[in-house]
C-alpha cells in the first residue's frame, strides 16, 4: 500500500539518523549511514511525491507509489 511505503522510507530515515549518531557503532557504520542520508528522502519529500502522485492519479491512470499520509 503506498503509506506503508510513505511510512518505511520515513522510518529507515530515522533509523539511518539514529545509526549515524550511535556512538557504540563502528566509525565505518556511522559513516556509511550519514553517506545514505546525503541522498535519501527526508518525511516532508516524501510526503509531498505523494501528494503530488495523488493528484496526478486521475489523469494518468496509474496509482501512486507513495502517500501523502503515513496511516
Known amino acids: 500500500m ?3 511505503r510513505s511510512r518505511a522510507i520515513v522510518q529507515t530515515h ?3 539518523e539514529q545509526l549515524s549518531q550511535d556512538s557504540s ?3 565505518e557504520i556511522r559513516r556509511v549511514a550519514i553517506n545514505l542520508l546525503r541522498h535519501y528522502p ?3 519529500e516524501v510526503l509531498l511525491q505523494g501528494r503530488i502522485q495523488e ?3 486521475d489523469k494518468f491512470g496509474y496509482p501512486p507509489f507513495l502517500s501523502s499520509k503515513l496511516e
Do not use: A, I, R
Open 42 to 44: 527526508s518525511k516532508d
Open 25 to 27: 557503532q563502528s566509525e
Open 55 to 57: 493528484g496526478l492519479e
Open 2 to 4: 503506498p503509506y506503508e
Open 14 to 16: 530515522e533509523f539511518l
